[in-house]
């Protein structure tokens, strides 16, 4: 009996929140005497077990204020930053050599004739 189910869901639901406790899917099923998956079944009961839960606050990085340290920090971020691109640079410089070696490699004959690969990229 799908609304006798609905109005002891919905009491449980209330009866825990009157309480203070925690409104779950599992206490508001065990309470109602039904499987948790019976709850999620009626929209109704999901609807009022959502309504109980608290709504996100959204929250985003705390504004900057302007101070001493700001300009070392913007500094030393751009120091970071110059640093990384450098070395991003160089692996991108290493990834394309070694797919033109492994090209070459693959173009090889298979009859034992040894192709030498250029070995700059591994210093």
Do not use: W
Request: charged share 20%.
């Amino acid at each position: 009996m799908p609304d006798d189910t609905v109005t002891r869901g919905l009491a449980a639901i209330e009866a825990l929140a009157a309480e203070g406790r925690k409104v779950t899917v599992a206490e508001v099923a065990r309470r109602s005497g039904v499987h948790r998956t019976t709850i999620y079944r009626h929209p109704a009961l999901t609807d009022a077990l959502a309504a109980t839960r608290p709504t996100p606050v959204a929250t985003g990085p705390a504004p900057v204020q302007p101070g001493p340290d700001t300009a070392t920090t913007i500094a030393g971020l751009r120091d970071q930053l110059a640093g990384q691109t450098a070395t991003l640079n160089q692996m991108s410089q290493v990834i394309q050599a070694l797919t033109l070696d492994n090209q070459r490699l693959r173009q090889q004959p298979t009859d034992g004739t040894v192709v030498p690969i250029r070995q700059s990229h591994l210093r």
